[in-house]
T-cell receptor, first 116, second 114 residues
């Protein structure tokens, strides 16, 4: 069955430190890949997405993600974290085949705390 | 720049009561979705509407009904609320029928059923 795994439930980093949030997916072919962020009490906001081409994609708020086919991973990174980055981060996958193009498969999220 | 607007933001219901959650988008998106978010369960799709006039069940449709009133509006109805429906409900929309465009989410409705 298709699935998305975010191995880290909770991560704490210091402000200014680098960040990497992990995402692994289980799917036979390369899917569409997304990262969303949810600030406390808010809805989810799309950070970035990958469809094809360059495996390093840039998103909003200074985030980037790298697709690694060999590892079935799509990890999210930021060189220097700001206190305002404290939020819940969700990885999602859209299977790429006709007839089932409506269902996003979501990871359970990683909660990021930022120490001053 | 409203995006996706959900009302109400908070609601407390007694078991057995009914209510309708409203959602409207102003981006001329074709597809709309209702999700519920529960701790440890992530986001689960309740219903979706690929285009005006069509609706389909998601993962957890039991106890809910939906109406795609027009292209802008997609409502979610709880006919007889149960404590298991205590959750945060999110409406989302996307430009096309598929998932590749990404979703725009509303800010959510926090529902408590007592």
């Amino acid at each position: 069955a298709q699935s998305v795994t975010q191995p880290d439930i909770h991560i704490t980093v210091s402000e200014g430190a680098s960040l990497e949030l992990r995402c692994n997916y289980s799917y036979g072919a390369t899917p569409y890949l997304f990262w969303y962020v949810q600030s406390p009490g808010q809805g989810l906001q799309l950070l970035l997405k990958y469809f094809s081409g360059d495996t390093l994609v840039q998103g909003i708020k200074g985030f980037e993600a790298e697709f690694k086919r060999s590892q079935s991973s799509f990890n999210l990174r930021k060189p220097s974290v700001h206190w305002s980055d404290a939020a819940e981060y969700f990885c999602a996958v859209a299977p790429f085949h006709a007839g089932n193009n409506r269902k996003l498969i979501w990871g359970l999220g990683t909660s990021l705390a930022v120490n001053p | 720049n409203a995006g996706v607007t959900q009302t109400p933001k908070f609601q407390v219901l007694k078991t057995g009561q009914s209510m309708t959650l409203q959602c409207a988008q102003d981006m001329n998106h074709n597809s709309m979705y209702w999700y519920r978010q529960d701790p440890g369960m992530g986001l689960r799709l309740i219903y979706y509407s690929a285009s005006e006039g069509t609706t389909d069940k998601g993962e957890v449709p039991n106890g809910y009904n939906v109406s795609r009133l027009n292209k802008r509006e997609f409502s979610l109805r709880l006919e007889s609320a149960a404590p298991s429906q205590t959750s945060v409900y999110f409406c989302a929309s996307s430009e096309g029928r598929g998932q590749i465009y990404g979703y725009t989410f509303g800010s959510g409705t926090r529902l408590t059923v007592v």
